[in-house]
Each structure stands twice: as C-alpha cells, then as structure tokens.
C-alpha cells in the first residue's frame, strides 16, 4: 500500500511512505512494457537478413539491406508525436492509464507484423504493410520508456531510487536477449523450409500476450503517490492541460530539455550501437572495410550472452548510484567511451572471438553506466506536473534524430566511405555531448524529486525524517 502525507497512521504529514510489496508491483508493470519493446527490437535485429528475403525485392540486396534498416528507423521518427501526444496526456489523466494503452499498442504492431505476406505473394504492399506496423509501434513507444520512467521514480524511496529505476533497464536488456535468444533458436530447431515462411513470424505473435500481461499488471496500480497529491490540490483540477504543459515546457523547462537530450544521445547512441547495429556490423559490414566478420551463430550467441550478463549487473550499478551518487558513475561511462572507442572497435574487427566477446563486454560495461544510472536521474529533471510529458518529448526527440538511426547512418557511411572506425567516431562525439551536461548537472540521489514530498520506505524512515525536519 501506499500512503500519501497523513493517510496513514503514524505517518507525518508532508512523507509519502511505499511499501516494499507496492514497490515490486510497481517495478513490475513497468518493467514488462519495457521488455515487450524490447522484444520486439531484439528480434527485429536478429531477423533482419529473414526480414530482407520476405518483405523487398530479391535483385537488390544493398537495396533491402537499407530498407530493413529504414524500417527500423522509422519507428523512431514517428516516436516525437508520440511523446507529444502521450507525454501531457499522462500529466493530464494519469500514468497508469496512459501506460496501459502504450503497452497494447506495440503489443498489437508487432503481432500484426508477423502477418504480414512477403513481397512474392503481395509486392510493394510487403514494405508499405512492415511501415504501418512500425509506425504504430513508434507511435506508442514515443509514450510508454518516458512513462515508465516516471512510473518507476515516483513510487521510488529517495534513497532507493537509483536501484528500482535501474530495474526498468533489466526490463530492456531482458527484452532484447529474449527477442534475440528466439529469433536465433527457432530457426536451428526448425527444417529450413519451416523457418523461411513460418517460423520466423512466432517471435513476432508472442509479443500479444506479453502486452495484454502489462496491461493486467499496470490496471491492477494505483496512480503513484507524486501523481495522487498532484491532484488533490484542487478538486478540479485533472493534471496539467496539454497545450500549456507543452508550452510551459518550452518556454521555461528548455535548459532541463536540453540537459535530458544530453544523457539520453550518450545514453542510447551506445545501445543502439550494440543491439541493433553490432550483430550487422560483425557479420556483413566488417569485411567490407578490411576486417573479418564472423559467423551469425557465434556473432549472435556473443551478443545475447553479453546482454544477459548485463541484465545481472545493472541493478548493482543502480544500488551503487543511491551510495556514490549518480555523477561519478556516469562520467565513468562517458569518459571511458571517449576513451576506448577506437580500441573497441579494433578489437571487433578482428574476426577473433575472445577479442571480439571483449569488445562487446567492454561496449556494454560503458552502456551500463548510463542504464543504471539514467533512469533515474532524467525524472529528476522536471516537476510533477509536467514530468511526464517533459521526459517524453525531450526523449524522444533527441533519441529519433540521433540514437535511433544509428544502424542507418553506420551502415551508409561505413559502406559508403570503407572505414571501419565510423562506429568508435560516432561514440565519441555523443559521449562528449553526455560530459557537456553533466558538467553542471546537479546530482539528484537520495533528493526529492521536483514538486513531490520525501518518500521513504517505512514509518520509521518517515517519523525519522520528520525529526529530522523539525
């Protein structure tokens, strides 16, 4: 249960105490959004060669290559209008609600792209169909990472903020290395003429029942506690109005925008790189600029060992941000990228498989700074009555235009010039964008978040706190 100032016995008013149970749920139903997009990219990524035979003309395969790649991209571009659209309305409605309806619709795009017809049976509508279904899920998406973010860091303690928000990265690191385990295992266990017209489309419909699971989870949740004081100030009040959260934001919020922008292109400019780009690049892209690729099997089992590991390190990198603070660990992320990017990519090029299974390692330690830490510095950056939107649109702009065509662009300038190093260029300069902001950033472990009350775990952490205070 949660209690909200005085709601509860023995709890001093102005406290918002969560308990652990709540907490969990909490974490939960955020996290299975998160795992349900990501899902969905994993195994895009990994199916991206099955993606080019089925969905483009078979006499052009740089052709295809860039269209799969443009219909990753274009998830992305349509991601903005969903922050626009979803952001103020969870501020105006409530989270919960909202997030109940992003989770069904990447649910159903991308259940409804495992139907699609290939190019042989329908033509040009293969392409235009895999467009629709991708803009649906980038429509919805443009609402659910920021929500979900939001979701997590208001129901958070202060002091355990850093270890639940790193949860909702699980969430994304599951989420891929699900996608990407079976995309990879269905077509070993299939006969070859199975695997080329049905079974590559299973990942795709097992992304419904992960949604409809959301929706139950998040139903089942109150609104958080920063949400439900947020609108008991006024019995007609329903949250901030779109149009003047939107220009509020704008007018007043545009240096937190711009600070958000930062942490998020250092942030997802190396997962993109590494989850949807990697695979590509160290099976086809790398022999083309003189290095040695290496086989989809073993490129593939690296990648998805890689990102369970993660999975079991980010929570520890979150619980160590709510002791040392958010800054240091992301300036670790920032400064080694800067610093190890050419060495990375050396290594990868290689076409030996330790150095290449170090690379990786080390590409993914530098990303876990940022997801261990992000999710819960961003929410920090707006006050309650616009966070969700402010997070939404800053997200979601910055990560269409910069972090979300990374595949495209590394694909087009590495086959485009012969250069292997592209990768390592494009990661510096993000990094450096990431230090920029965080040169003034104020670190916001074990605060308040902006415009809500302390929130604690127990009473004796709220009676504790108010002795404190008086």
């Excluded at 060669?49 to 571009?77: C, R």
């Excluded at 003429?193 to 139903?219: D, K, M, Q």
């Excluded at 999710?375 to 939107?389: C, D, K, M, N, V």
């Amino acid at each position: 249960m949660t209690q909200t100032d005085a709601s509860g016995e023995g709890t001093p008013a102005g406290v918002t105490v969560t308990d652990t149970a709540t907490m969990k749920r909490a974490v939960g139903a955020a996290a299975v959004g998160n795992i349900t997009e990501w899902f969905d990219f994993g195994v895009y990524a990994y199916l991206a060669t099955t993606i080019e035979e089925q969905f483009f003309p078979p006499d052009n395969p740089a052709l295809a290559q860039v269209g799969v790649f443009a219909g990753f991209a274009v998830s992305f571009l349509v991601r903005p209008l969903g922050g626009l659209f979803f952001g103020p309305l969870g501020d105006r409605i409530g989270r919960t609600k909202v997030l109940s309806i992003t989770v069904i619709m990447m649910a159903i795009g991308t259940f409804l792209l495992g139907f699609i017809p290939p190019y042989s049976a329908i033509g040009i509508w293969a392409p235009i169909l895999l467009v629709v279904c991708r803009v649906v899920q980038g429509f919805s998406t443009g609402g659910e990472y920021a929500g979900a973010m939001t979701f997590i860091a208001e129901y958070s303690p202060d002091r355990r903020r850093g270890f639940f928000g790193s949860f909702l990265e699980c969430g994304t690191f599951i989420g891929y290395a699900l996608g990407a385990t079976v995309a990879t295992v269905i077509p070993l266990v299939s006969t070859p003429e199975f695997a080329s017209t049905w079974a590559w489309r299973i990942p795709f419909f097992i992304a419904l029942p992960l949604g409809i699971v959301g929706v139950y989870l998040r139903v089942k949740l109150e609104e958080t506690p920063a949400f439900q004081t947020l609108l008991s100030e006024s019995e007609e009040r329903e949250g901030t109005q779109a149009g003047a959260g939107i220009k509020k934001l704008f007018t007043d919020y545009w240096p937190a925008m711009l600070t958000a922008g930062g942490l998020v292109v250092a942030w997802n400019v190396p997962n993109y790189m590494l989850t949807s780009y990697m695979p590509t690049y160290l099976e086809e892209n790398v022999q083309d600029v003189g290095g040695v690729a290496i086989d989809s099997t073993t490129s593939q089992i690296l990648q998805i060992g890689v990102l369970w590991i993660a999975v079991l390190v980010i929570p520890f990198v979150g619980r160590l941000s709510d002791r040392v603070g958010r800054k240091p660990i992301l300036w670790a992320g920032a400064i080694g990228t800067i610093v190890l990017a050419f060495p990375m990519i050396l290594v990868l090029k290689s076409g030996s498989v330790p150095l290449v299974a170090l690379g990786l390692a080390v590409m993914a330690a530098l990303l876990i700074c940022f997801s261990g830490t992000c999710p819960s510095t961003l929410p920090a950056l707006f006050p309650t009555e616009i966070r969700y939107g402010g997070l939404s649109i800053s997200f979601n702009i910055f990560v269409s235009a910069f972090a979300g065509t990374t595949s495209l662009i590394m694909t087009a300038v590495v086959l485009g010039t012969g250069w292997a190093y592209w990768p390592a260029v494009y990661l510096i300069i993000f990094a450096i964008a990431g230090a920029a902001v965080l040169v003034k950033l104020r670190d916001p472990a074990g605060k308040p978040l902006p415009g809500s009350n302390p929130a604690v775990s127990t009473e004796e952490e709220a009676r504790e706190l108010a002795a404190s205070r008086s």
